[in-house]
Protein backbone atom coordinates (compact mmCIF):
# COMPACT_ATOMS: atom_id res chain seq x y z
CA UNK A 1 0.00 0.00 0.00
CA UNK A 2 1.29 3.31 -1.00
CA UNK A 3 1.96 5.75 2.02
CA UNK A 4 -1.26 8.13 0.50
CA UNK A 5 -3.58 5.31 0.32
CA UNK A 6 -2.12 4.21 4.04
CA UNK A 7 -2.74 7.99 5.65
CA UNK A 8 -5.79 8.42 3.50
CA UNK A 9 -6.87 5.27 5.09
CA UNK A 10 -5.95 6.46 8.65
CA UNK A 11 -7.60 9.75 8.18
CA UNK A 12 -10.43 8.31 7.08
CA UNK A 13 -10.88 6.31 10.49
CA UNK A 14 -10.16 9.31 12.51
CA UNK A 15 -12.81 11.43 11.06
CA UNK A 16 -15.46 8.46 11.34
CA UNK A 17 -14.55 7.56 14.83
CA UNK A 18 -16.77 8.81 17.51
CA UNK A 19 -15.16 11.15 20.12
CA UNK A 20 -14.45 9.37 23.68
CA UNK A 21 -12.79 11.06 26.79
CA UNK A 22 -9.37 10.43 26.74
CA UNK A 23 -7.72 8.34 29.85
CA UNK A 24 -5.73 11.22 30.77
CA UNK A 25 -8.90 13.35 31.76
CA UNK A 26 -10.28 10.14 33.33
CA UNK A 27 -7.23 9.25 35.40
CA UNK A 28 -6.82 12.56 36.42
CA UNK A 29 -10.59 12.93 37.76
CA UNK A 30 -10.21 9.78 39.56
CA UNK A 31 -7.44 10.63 41.22
CA UNK A 32 -8.29 14.17 41.95
CA UNK A 33 -11.61 12.56 43.45
CA UNK A 34 -9.28 9.69 45.68
CA UNK A 35 -7.21 13.32 46.85
CA UNK A 36 -10.80 15.18 47.61
CA UNK A 37 -12.56 11.24 49.33
CA UNK A 38 -8.96 11.02 51.55
CA UNK A 39 -6.98 14.19 52.88
CA UNK A 40 -4.30 11.38 53.78
CA UNK A 41 -3.94 11.14 49.87
CA UNK A 42 -3.94 15.07 49.56
CA UNK A 43 -1.12 17.49 50.08
CA UNK A 44 -3.87 20.48 49.81
CA UNK A 45 -4.91 21.58 53.19
CA UNK A 46 -8.25 23.76 53.58
CA UNK A 47 -8.90 26.71 55.39
CA UNK A 48 -12.05 27.76 54.92
CA UNK A 49 -15.05 25.60 53.24
CA UNK A 50 -16.02 27.63 50.19
CA UNK A 51 -12.63 26.35 48.99
CA UNK A 52 -13.30 23.11 49.60
CA UNK A 53 -16.57 23.54 48.04
CA UNK A 54 -15.50 24.87 45.09
CA UNK A 55 -13.09 21.66 44.66
CA UNK A 56 -15.82 19.30 44.82
CA UNK A 57 -18.00 21.14 42.50
CA UNK A 58 -15.49 20.97 40.11
CA UNK A 59 -15.08 17.56 40.27
CA UNK A 60 -19.24 17.47 39.42
CA UNK A 61 -17.83 19.18 36.43
CA UNK A 62 -15.12 17.41 35.38
CA UNK A 63 -17.15 13.96 35.03
CA UNK A 64 -20.14 15.75 33.46
CA UNK A 65 -17.57 16.70 30.95
CA UNK A 66 -16.25 13.06 30.45
CA UNK A 67 -19.87 11.67 30.75
CA UNK A 68 -20.35 14.82 27.45
CA UNK A 69 -18.11 13.24 25.73
CA UNK A 70 -19.48 10.11 25.39
CA UNK A 71 -22.09 11.15 22.74
CA UNK A 72 -25.31 10.00 23.64
CA UNK A 73 -24.37 6.55 24.91
CA UNK A 74 -25.45 6.93 28.14
CA UNK A 75 -28.61 5.37 29.21
CA UNK A 76 -29.72 8.94 30.81
CA UNK A 77 -28.34 12.28 30.57
CA UNK A 78 -24.77 13.01 32.00
CA UNK A 79 -26.34 15.35 34.52
CA UNK A 80 -28.31 13.16 35.53
CA UNK A 81 -25.57 10.41 35.65
CA UNK A 82 -23.08 12.66 37.60
CA UNK A 83 -25.77 13.50 40.13
CA UNK A 84 -26.68 9.79 40.39
CA UNK A 85 -22.83 9.20 40.90
CA UNK A 86 -21.77 12.02 43.34
CA UNK A 87 -25.12 10.89 45.76
CA UNK A 88 -24.15 7.53 46.19
CA UNK A 89 -20.43 9.16 47.17
CA UNK A 90 -20.96 9.09 50.94
CA UNK A 91 -21.90 5.44 51.03
CA UNK A 92 -19.03 4.36 49.09
CA UNK A 93 -16.12 6.37 51.31
CA UNK A 94 -17.59 4.55 54.39
CA UNK A 95 -17.29 0.79 52.56
CA UNK A 96 -13.61 2.10 51.72
CA UNK A 97 -12.75 3.00 55.39
CA UNK A 98 -14.31 -0.53 56.15
CA UNK A 99 -11.62 -1.80 53.81
CA UNK A 100 -8.65 0.54 55.11
CA UNK A 101 -9.43 -0.35 58.57
CA UNK A 102 -9.82 -4.42 57.46
CA UNK A 103 -6.05 -4.07 55.98
CA UNK A 104 -4.94 -2.35 59.32
CA UNK A 105 -6.45 -4.97 61.25
CA UNK A 106 -4.92 -7.88 59.11
CA UNK A 107 -1.74 -6.64 58.61
CA UNK A 108 0.65 -7.17 61.42
CA UNK A 109 3.07 -4.51 59.34
CA UNK A 110 0.62 -1.75 59.23
CA UNK A 111 0.88 1.35 61.87
CA UNK A 112 -2.29 3.28 61.20
CA UNK A 113 -4.78 3.74 58.64
CA UNK A 114 -3.15 6.98 57.24
CA UNK A 115 -0.65 4.47 55.99
CA UNK A 116 -2.65 1.99 54.61
CA UNK A 117 -4.80 4.79 52.51
CA UNK A 118 -1.24 6.75 51.42
CA UNK A 119 0.84 3.73 50.29
CA UNK A 120 -0.99 0.39 50.11
CA UNK A 121 -1.99 -0.99 46.60
CA UNK A 122 -4.69 -2.83 47.86
CA UNK A 123 -6.76 0.01 48.97
CA UNK A 124 -5.72 2.00 46.08
CA UNK A 125 -7.04 -0.83 43.75
CA UNK A 126 -10.19 -1.57 46.08
CA UNK A 127 -10.85 2.67 46.17
CA UNK A 128 -10.56 2.50 42.18
CA UNK A 129 -12.78 -0.75 41.90
CA UNK A 130 -15.58 0.93 44.06
CA UNK A 131 -15.62 4.38 42.01
CA UNK A 132 -15.70 2.05 38.85
CA UNK A 133 -18.08 0.05 39.88
CA UNK A 134 -20.47 3.16 40.53
CA UNK A 135 -20.35 4.13 37.24
CA UNK A 136 -20.75 0.62 35.81
CA UNK A 137 -24.04 0.23 37.37
CA UNK A 138 -24.99 3.33 36.12
CA UNK A 139 -24.42 1.96 32.68
CA UNK A 140 -21.69 4.30 32.15
CA UNK A 141 -19.41 2.27 28.67
CA UNK A 142 -15.87 2.68 28.11
CA UNK A 143 -15.34 5.06 31.58
CA UNK A 144 -15.08 2.17 34.11
CA UNK A 145 -12.63 0.02 32.37
CA UNK A 146 -10.58 2.63 31.74
CA UNK A 147 -10.22 3.12 35.45
CA UNK A 148 -9.57 -0.44 36.44
CA UNK A 149 -7.30 -0.67 33.75
CA UNK A 150 -5.57 2.39 34.70
CA UNK A 151 -5.32 0.90 38.65
CA UNK A 152 -3.90 -2.69 37.14
CA UNK A 153 -1.75 -0.74 35.49
CA UNK A 154 -0.22 0.78 38.96
CA UNK A 155 -0.75 -1.73 41.24
CA UNK A 156 -0.82 -5.24 38.99
CA UNK A 157 -4.22 -5.56 40.46
CA UNK A 158 -6.83 -6.51 38.03
CA UNK A 159 -10.13 -5.66 39.35
CA UNK A 160 -13.13 -5.89 36.40
CA UNK A 161 -15.66 -3.08 37.51
CA UNK A 162 -18.98 -5.53 37.09
CA UNK A 163 -17.57 -7.63 40.19
CA UNK A 164 -19.55 -7.82 42.96
CA UNK A 165 -17.64 -7.30 46.16
CA UNK A 166 -18.82 -6.68 49.61
CA UNK A 167 -17.62 -4.77 52.76
CA UNK A 168 -14.12 -5.05 54.92
CA UNK A 169 -12.34 -6.09 51.92
CA UNK A 170 -8.78 -6.59 52.20
CA UNK A 171 -5.88 -7.35 49.54
CA UNK A 172 -2.47 -8.02 50.71
CA UNK A 173 0.71 -7.44 48.58
CA UNK A 174 -1.87 -7.64 45.69
CA UNK A 175 0.46 -7.85 42.31
CA UNK A 176 -1.25 -10.40 40.31
CA UNK A 177 -4.39 -10.79 41.94
CA UNK A 178 -7.14 -11.05 39.56
CA UNK A 179 -11.20 -10.84 39.88
CA UNK A 180 -13.73 -11.83 36.97
CA UNK A 181 -16.17 -9.48 36.39
CA UNK A 182 -18.80 -11.83 37.62
CA UNK A 183 -16.75 -12.94 40.73
CA UNK A 184 -19.21 -12.46 43.84
CA UNK A 185 -17.39 -11.85 46.93
CA UNK A 186 -18.96 -11.64 50.64
CA UNK A 187 -17.75 -9.25 53.69
CA UNK A 188 -14.42 -9.59 55.49
CA UNK A 189 -12.31 -11.50 52.63
CA UNK A 190 -8.75 -11.65 52.44
CA UNK A 191 -6.89 -12.47 49.37
CA UNK A 192 -2.88 -12.19 48.66
CA UNK A 193 -1.44 -11.77 45.93
CA UNK A 194 -0.99 -13.66 42.58
CA UNK A 195 -5.13 -15.18 43.48
CA UNK A 196 -7.11 -15.48 40.52
CA UNK A 197 -10.99 -15.46 40.71
CA UNK A 198 -11.51 -16.41 37.07
CA UNK A 199 -13.55 -18.26 34.80
CA UNK A 200 -13.36 -21.96 33.22
CA UNK A 201 -14.14 -21.65 29.71
CA UNK A 202 -13.41 -17.79 27.63
CA UNK A 203 -15.91 -18.82 24.83
CA UNK A 204 -17.44 -15.32 24.05
CA UNK A 205 -21.37 -16.61 23.82
CA UNK A 206 -20.55 -16.88 27.28
CA UNK A 207 -20.04 -13.51 28.07
CA UNK A 208 -23.51 -12.95 29.69
CA UNK A 209 -23.41 -16.11 31.73
CA UNK A 210 -21.85 -15.91 35.55
CA UNK A 211 -18.58 -17.05 34.40
CA UNK A 212 -16.53 -16.63 37.80
CA UNK A 213 -16.55 -17.62 41.72
CA UNK A 214 -18.94 -16.70 44.47
CA UNK A 215 -16.59 -16.60 47.55
CA UNK A 216 -18.69 -16.17 50.47
CA UNK A 217 -18.17 -14.08 54.12
CA UNK A 218 -14.92 -14.50 56.08
CA UNK A 219 -13.03 -16.75 53.41
CA UNK A 220 -8.88 -15.96 53.61
CA UNK A 221 -7.36 -17.05 50.13
CA UNK A 222 -3.30 -17.18 50.13
CA UNK A 223 -0.89 -16.09 47.49
CA UNK A 224 -1.39 -18.40 44.01
CA UNK A 225 -4.64 -19.98 44.37
CA UNK A 226 -6.39 -20.24 41.44
CA UNK A 227 -10.11 -20.92 41.66
CA UNK A 228 -12.94 -20.75 38.37
CA UNK A 229 -15.55 -20.99 37.78
CA UNK A 230 -19.00 -19.59 37.93
CA UNK A 231 -20.81 -22.42 39.95
CA UNK A 232 -17.52 -23.12 42.39
CA UNK A 233 -18.94 -21.68 45.47
CA UNK A 234 -16.12 -21.26 48.51
CA UNK A 235 -17.88 -21.80 51.67
CA UNK A 236 -18.35 -18.74 54.58
CA UNK A 237 -15.49 -18.80 57.07
CA UNK A 238 -13.03 -21.12 54.60
CA UNK A 239 -8.99 -20.57 54.21
CA UNK A 240 -7.84 -21.45 50.87
CA UNK A 241 -4.06 -22.05 51.59
CA UNK A 242 -1.71 -21.24 48.65
CA UNK A 243 -1.08 -22.15 45.26
CA UNK A 244 -4.20 -24.58 45.05
CA UNK A 245 -6.26 -25.00 42.11
CA UNK A 246 -10.12 -25.44 42.74
CA UNK A 247 -12.78 -26.05 40.51
CA UNK A 248 -15.84 -27.26 42.43
CA UNK A 249 -17.51 -25.57 45.66
CA UNK A 250 -16.06 -26.48 49.10
CA UNK A 251 -18.22 -26.20 52.09
CA UNK A 252 -18.30 -23.74 55.04
CA UNK A 253 -15.56 -24.07 57.56
CA UNK A 254 -13.30 -25.69 55.24
CA UNK A 255 -9.60 -25.72 54.92
CA UNK A 256 -7.93 -26.29 51.56
CA UNK A 257 -4.54 -27.02 50.97
CA UNK A 258 -1.67 -27.98 48.93
CA UNK A 259 0.19 -31.25 50.16
CA UNK A 260 3.61 -31.24 48.01
CA UNK A 261 4.91 -31.90 44.86
CA UNK A 262 2.70 -34.52 42.65
CA UNK A 263 0.09 -34.86 45.41
CA UNK A 264 -3.53 -33.45 44.78
CA UNK A 265 -5.07 -30.32 47.07
CA UNK A 266 -6.69 -31.66 50.20
CA UNK A 267 -9.27 -30.31 52.01
CA UNK A 268 -9.78 -30.04 55.82
CA UNK A 269 -13.68 -30.00 57.20
CA UNK A 270 -14.73 -29.80 60.92
CA UNK A 271 -13.63 -31.59 62.91
CA UNK A 272 -10.93 -32.22 61.18
CA UNK A 273 -10.64 -34.36 58.85
CA UNK A 274 -8.48 -34.75 55.26
CA UNK A 275 -10.46 -35.23 52.30
CA UNK A 276 -10.41 -34.85 48.60
CA UNK A 277 -11.95 -32.01 46.94
CA UNK A 278 -14.85 -34.15 45.54
CA UNK A 279 -15.07 -33.37 41.58
Not at 30 to 54: A, C, N, T
Not at 78 to 101: C, H, M, N, V, W
Not at 252 to 263: A, E, I, M
Request: hydrophobic share 40%; with cysteine.
Amino acid sequence: MAQKEFLFELFEEHRHNKTVPSPESICNFIDGLLQILFPQLSDKRYKVMSEFEQDFAAMEIALAEILNRLNGELSSEPTATTKAFFKELPSTRRQLIGDASAMMSGDPAATSETEVIRTYPGFYAIAIYRLAHLLFQLKVPLVPRVLTEYAHGRTGIDIHPGATIGSKFCIDHGTGVVIGGTAHIGNNVKIYQGVTLGALSVKKELAQTKRHPTIEDNVVIYAGATILGGKTIIGHDSMIGGNVWITKSVEPHSRVYFKGLGQEATMAQKPVEELKIKN
